[in-house]
């Protein structure tokens, strides 16, 4: 299934706010722990304060079904005085005391002692806390006169009288205020580090999105500028980055190949056309036909040329078959041993089975463009050497010479080592299409080539 798409700076705030979400939903469950904690403990002392008075009346015999009026009236009156309600309400009220009680009790007649509240106030049962124990609640203004409290208390009935008798639960207290409001907060920072995060991330998505742009309109203008720097992306776009860089990479090998290889068509076609034109211009002067088959040869020539420089544009249709490197060396040998022989250079050959996958012509005239060029840069008497063989890697060629190296022939307006001896930009086309390498290595007492497809 396809998501659909979401802004990043969306999906920042969304997360942001469902951090908020929990971190509020936690304060609430651990709140309401705590309350739930805070009730129990008052609903035990308002247990404990019942057993207490139902100990007290059947000690006095007022717990009894039938009692004498004169003793509920003196257990009323001893119920109801307390000395120092008023400033122990206070401390109540204040938090200072914990679980303050408070009672009610009413006798038969309609007399009553005690906190009349307690028997108005809207209640709701409590039984895990205890059998007939309620939670009350008192508003501003009934105990303490600026805050809603709430009571956990036990109503029975002893005798012929009810009786109420409970305890107030304790305050959450200042400390859970003021973690209350850290978490809140919290929530709110969360969510602003969340739309910034996000409005920042937002920034570094453009900003690469323009490079890239950038670096493509150039590409489209023929300007390579470099590789787009990955570490300045950002994570989303680092491997887009990198696939950009690729295809830029692979483009600007795409044109110098083009270059190269137009310098090398150049090349191979210039000296069999001036031979070809002046062999035609002998053969008008003197009518020999000799100098016309040389002239044909010569055409013949740049007809191969041709159709290996289309068939090495066109790699599509290349037929691709088992070739031994080792009989394509020493072809070309047979080929340039006779042009070595009027210099006096003399090849010397380790030629051991190397076979790999490849066009057959194009890997002829790769090698015979290397024998080429070490035959006509080695001096008279030189020694010009051929080696292959086969390692896991593929088939290796190794063609060395004894000539001036690559830094006193080649060209001051050509210092690529690619465009050297020209051939060698064609060769290494060639060499790269077979999925292989061509590595140079030149100083002033030869140069070694090594070919490996």
């Given at each position: 299934?396809?998501?659909?798409?979401?802004?990043?700076?969306?999906?920042?705030?969304?997360?942001?706010?469902?951090?908020?979400?929990?971190?509020?939903?936690?304060?609430?469950?651990?709140?309401?722990?705590?309350?739930?904690?805070?009730?129990?403990?008052?609903?035990?002392?308002?247990?404990?304060?019942?057993?207490?008075?139902?100990?007290?009346?059947?000690?006095?015999?007022?717990?009894?079904?039938?009692?004498?009026?004169?003793?509920?009236?003196?257990?009323?009156?001893?119920?109801?005085?307390?000395?120092?309600?008023?400033?122990?309400?206070?401390?109540?009220?204040?938090?200072?005391?914990?679980?303050?009680?408070?009672?009610?009790?009413?006798?038969?007649?309609?007399?009553?002692?005690?906190?009349?509240?307690?028997?108005?106030?809207?209640?709701?049962?409590?039984?895990?806390?205890?059998?007939?124990?309620?939670?009350?609640?008192?508003?501003?203004?009934?105990?303490?006169?600026?805050?809603?409290?709430?009571?956990?208390?036990?109503?029975?009935?002893?005798?012929?009288?009810?009786?109420?008798?409970?305890?107030?639960?304790?305050?959450?207290?200042?400390?859970?205020?003021?973690?209350?409001?850290?978490?809140?907060?919290?929530?709110?920072?969360?969510?602003?580090?969340?739309?910034?995060?996000?409005?920042?991330?937002?920034?570094?998505?453009?900003?690469?999105?323009?490079?890239?742009?950038?670096?493509?309109?150039?590409?489209?203008?023929?300007?390579?500028?470099?590789?787009?720097?990955?570490?300045?992306?950002?994570?989303?776009?680092?491997?887009?980055?990198?696939?950009?860089?690729?295809?830029?990479?692979?483009?600007?090998?795409?044109?110098?190949?083009?270059?190269?290889?137009?310098?090398?068509?150049?090349?191979?076609?210039?000296?069999?056309?001036?031979?070809?034109?002046?062999?035609?211009?002998?053969?008008?002067?003197?009518?020999?036909?000799?100098?016309?088959?040389?002239?044909?040869?010569?055409?013949?020539?740049?007809?191969?040329?041709?159709?290996?420089?289309?068939?090495?544009?066109?790699?599509?249709?290349?037929?691709?078959?088992?070739?031994?490197?080792?009989?394509?060396?020493?072809?070309?040998?047979?080929?340039?041993?006779?042009?070595?022989?009027?210099?006096?250079?003399?090849?010397?050959?380790?030629?051991?089975?190397?076979?790999?996958?490849?066009?057959?012509?194009?890997?002829?005239?790769?090698?015979?463009?290397?024998?080429?060029?070490?035959?006509?840069?080695?001096?008279?008497?030189?020694?010009?050497?051929?080696?292959?063989?086969?390692?896991?890697?593929?088939?290796?060629?190794?063609?060395?010479?004894?000539?001036?190296?690559?830094?006193?022939?080649?060209?001051?307006?050509?210092?690529?080592?690619?465009?050297?001896?020209?051939?060698?930009?064609?060769?290494?086309a060639i060499v790269r299409r077979h999925g292989g390498e061509l590595l140079i290595e030149s100083d002033s007492a030869g140069s070694i080539v090594t070919m490996r497809v």
């Open positions: 299934m396809r998501l659909p798409p979401v802004r990043t700076t969306w999906l920042a705030a969304i997360v942001a706010v469902f951090a908020a979400v929990a971190l509020t939903a936690s304060l609430a469950v651990t709140h309401g722990a705590v309350r739930s904690e805070q009730r129990q403990r008052a609903a035990l002392a308002a247990v404990s304060d019942f057993n207490a008075l139902l100990s007290k009346m059947d000690a006095l015999g007022v717990g009894r079904s039938v009692v004498e009026e004169a003793a509920i009236v003196n257990w009323l009156n001893v119920f109801q005085g307390r000395p120092g309600l008023e400033s122990s309400v206070a401390d109540a009220c204040s938090g200072r005391v914990a679980n303050y009680g408070v009672r009610w009790m009413e006798a038969p007649g309609g007399r009553t002692a005690g906190f009349r509240p307690l028997a108005e106030a809207r209640a709701r049962p409590h039984e895990q806390l205890g059998p007939n124990v309620f939670v009350l609640t008192l508003p501003a203004g009934t105990l303490c006169p600026e805050r809603a409290l709430e009571v956990v208390a036990v109503r029975d009935t002893v005798g012929p009288m009810r009786v109420v008798m409970g305890r107030v639960v304790e305050p959450t207290g200042r400390a859970w205020g003021v973690a209350a409001v850290s978490v809140l907060g919290m929530a709110i920072l969360l969510i602003g580090l969340g739309l910034a995060s996000a409005a920042w991330s937002r920034v570094r998505m453009v900003s690469g999105v323009r490079r890239i742009n950038l670096s493509l309109q150039k590409a489209g203008r023929g300007d390579f500028a470099g590789p787009i720097p990955i570490e300045e992306m950002t994570g989303d776009l680092q491997d887009l980055t990198r696939e950009v860089n690729v295809t830029l990479g692979r483009l600007q090998e795409l044109l110098a190949w083009l270059r190269d290889t137009s310098d090398q068509v150049a090349h191979d076609f210039r000296t069999p056309l001036a031979r070809a034109r002046a062999r035609l211009d002998r053969f008008g002067e003197t009518g020999d036909a000799d100098l016309v088959d040389e002239a044909r040869a010569d055409l013949r020539y740049l007809t191969q040329a041709m159709n290996e420089a289309l068939a090495l544009r066109d790699g599509e249709t290349w037929a691709f078959e088992t070739l031994k490197l080792d009989d394509v060396c020493r072809a070309a040998v047979e080929l340039y041993e006779p042009l070595a022989e009027q210099r006096r250079v003399r090849f010397e050959t380790e030629l051991t089975p190397a076979e790999t996958l490849g066009v057959a012509s194009l890997l002829q005239r790769a090698v015979a463009n290397l024998v080429d060029n070490a035959v006509k840069y080695s001096p008279d008497g030189g020694v010009v050497r051929l080696k292959s063989f086969a390692d896991p890697d593929g088939a290796v060629v190794i063609i060395s010479d004894q000539g001036p190296g690559m830094e006193m022939t080649q060209s001051r307006s050509q210092p690529d080592v690619d465009s050297h001896r020209m051939g060698l930009a064609f060769v290494r």
